[in-house]
């Protein structure tokens, strides 16, 4: 899946569809995510709280 990075504020965002936030199993409503490096690879995960 390629993507572009979308102006927002004075950032950049990619915007995620629906059908993969499905597959993550986040709600983007009241679900977080984390972000990881790689190297060059950037992953997307749902952020899991600990209790």
């Given at each position: 899946?390629?993507?572009?990075?979308?102006?927002?504020?004075?950032?950049?965002?990619?915007?995620?569809?629906?059908?993969?936030?499905e597959l993550l199993k986040v709600n983007?409503?009241?679900?977080?995510v984390e972000l990881e490096f790689e190297?060059?690879?950037?992953?997307?995960?749902?952020?899991?709280?600990?209790?």
């Amino acid at each position: 899946m390629i993507r572009r990075l979308q102006k927002s504020g004075n950032g950049w965002a990619i915007f995620l569809p629906k059908p993969l936030l499905e597959l993550l199993k986040v709600n983007p409503e009241t679900d977080k995510v984390e972000l990881e490096f790689e190297g060059e690879v950037l992953k997307v995960k749902k952020h899991k709280e600990e209790v």
